[in-house]
Nanobody, 115 residues
Framework: QVQLVESGGGLVQVGGSLRLSCAASGSIFGINAMGWYRQAPGKQRELVATIRTDGSTNYVDSVKGRFTISRDNAKNTVYLQMNSLKPEDTAVYYC?????????WGQGTQVTVSS
């Protein structure tokens, strides 16, 4: 099993920044991709960004140029730096890691962007 602990969410004004962190522990051998998803009220959960072990990244178009995903393999932690936040970024953000053929989710952290 892999345990994920997220932190860094909160309330921020339009144009502000937040940095999310997700630390993995437990049976971490074999973790490949790490990423962030989000779910706004009344909407489906969507991919925000992913990063693989080789450092390759993928972003949803709506956050390109504003969000940056990174990972510290030594600390088994993935980060999401969010800049120029917009009201439409308001959602619960979930960390997800993929290990072999299994996926593990964090508990979610609320991000609210106020105008």
């Amino acid at each position: 099993q892999v345990q994920l602990v997220e932190s860094g969410g909160g309330l921020v004004q339009v144009g502000g920044s937040l940095r999310l962190s997700c630390a993995a522990s437990g049976s971490i051998f074999g973790i490949n991709a790490m990423g962030w998803y989000r779910q706004a009220p009344g909407k489906q959960r969507e991919l925000v960004a992913t990063i693989r072990t080789d450092g390759s990244t993928n972003y949803v178009d709506s956050v390109k140029g504003r969000f940056t995903i990174s990972r510290d393999n030594a600390k088994n932690t993935v980060y999401l730096q969010m800049n120029s936040l917009k009201p439409e970024d308001t959602a619960v953000y979930y960390c997800k890691v993929t290990k072999f053929f299994s996926s593990y989710w964090g508990q979610g952290t609320q991000v609210t962007v106020s105008s």
